[in-house]
């Protein structure tokens, strides 16, 4: 089945404690992004990726880093996390088209 | 970024209406797409419009391109409780080796029965 897998589906940590959000894409799709989404706020973008070794700022980078060593994987890392990371995450890929995304199930993430 | 401007924000329904929301931009997009979340779920793409004017259906769902490139619009038609959830505009904003997908805040849906 074609589908963008995130873990964990749920996270609760605190303050400083680094920790790392996967996501994987079996549809071979060149194109990665993650969002956030908080109430009010729609989607933000965080970071994306083009393909392989290729990453770019979205609108909200600060606080988090992303890596791109395999087509599949993009995994965000949060290396010291903050409580105004608190929020609901979501990684999406898609084709060379990219408007066509395809969403993961999402990650809510409670930092303390 | 760019942002998108969706109307209303939230709306309630008795279920069997019609439902109109919309989407309005200060740049020009060449490319409109409306995604729906369901609760609990990533946002899932329902319709992707290419061309000013065009107006493209899916199921009792209808949505337009505007003329001026800057708005688009939903349409949902006979509405039931399965169409809970929040409404997304998004479009395209591309430049010099660099691609970025900006969303809307949404509208969320609510139908009563």
């Known amino acids: 089945e074609a589908q963008v897998t995130q873990n964990p589906r749920y996270l609760i940590t605190v303050t400083g404690k680094k920790l790392t959000v996967t996501c994987s894409q079996n549809m071979n799709h060149e194109y990665m992004s993650w969002y956030r989404q908080d109430p009010g706020l729609g989607l933000r973008q965080i970071y994306y990726?083009?393909?392989?070794?290729?990453?770019d700022k979205g609108d909200v980078p600060e606080g988090y880093k992303v890596s791109r060593k395999e087509k599949r994987n993009f995994p965000l890392i949060l290396e010291s996390p903050s409580p105004n990371q608190t929020s609901l995450y979501f990684c999406a890929s898609s084709f060379i088209d990219r408007d066509k995304l395809f969403f993961g199930s999402g990650t809510q993430l409670s930092v303390l | 970024g760019q942002q998108l401007n969706q109307n209303p924000q939230s709306m309630f329904i008795q279920e069997g209406e019609d439902v109109s929301m919309n989407c309005t931009s200060s740049s020009i997009f060449n490319t409109w797409l409306w995604y729906k979340q369901d609760p609990g779920e990533g946002p899932v793409l329902l319709i992707a419009?290419?061309?000013?004017?065009e107006l493209t259906s899916n199921g009792r769902l209808t949505a337009q391109f505007g003329i001026t490139r800057k708005d688009s619009f939903l349409n949902i038609s006979a509405s039931i409780p399965s169409d809970v959830g929040i409404y997304f505009c998004a479009g395209p904003v591309s430049g010099a080796g660099s691609y970025q997908l900006t969303f809307g805040k949404g509208t969320k849906l609510s139908v009563i029965p």
């Open positions: 419009l290419y061309k000013a004017g």
């Open positions: 990726s083009m393909n392989v070794e290729v990453t």
